[in-house]
């Protein structure tokens, strides 16, 4: 039984949505002018380990704006997206127009069982650490069915990061690192596979903004606080641009796995 069925057969109230996560509502526009997509080498690793192409179903679960969805899109798969923020989603809807979107949460999806060939979660699985998130992935993923979920990782030694880190990192709150050792412990999951990609690409001091602005916990910050953090990356990011153009260097972390 998932999660939110159980809170309701008991009378419990609460919202499912992280009260960090919430604070993307207010800078999905900020999040689909400055995130950067995904490698293509990531991408094709991902579809060629879990056999993501033509006659595949793969949901997306946190979708924000679709920057992932979109690549999964092109690989000729019947996508279907999760999304429980309604300013994302509006965005998602956007720039895909033919994906179905789903409002709803991990623990309570509106999906059959065993309706999923592949399930993944782009920036966004650290969100999904408990029973009943995981208890419901199983649910909808057929049996021998893929997990694979990516982020992108700074490398804060490497290039730009060097000069914003500084400015960012007084306001980071801890890592969300319990989703490893949740999927880990998993009783569906088998063992993690894992790869990195270097992510190279381009991008403005404005798009930069626009990333850093749509981060959870800059965008939770007190309003002035918030504007002074965005002002300084932006200043930082003109300083280190060519021709308008900032060099990102970062790379792009994937671990699959499969269900039992």
Known sequence: MSGAIRNRLEGVSRDPVDPRAQHFGGVAAEYEQGRPGYPEEAVAFIAAELGIGPGCVVVDLGAGTGKFTRMLVATGATVIAVEPIAEMRAELSRALPGVVVHDAVVSDLPLADASADVVTAA?????????????????VLRPGGGVGLLWNRQDLDVGMWERIEPIIAPHRPPPRTAWRAALEAAPWSGPLREKSFVHRHATTPEQLSGRVASLSWIAGLDDAVRSDVVRHVAAAASELAVDGVLDVVERTEVVLTTRH
């Open 123 to 139: 920036q966004a699985f650290h969100w999904f650490s408990d029973d009943d998130d995981l208890a419901e992935i199983a649910r």
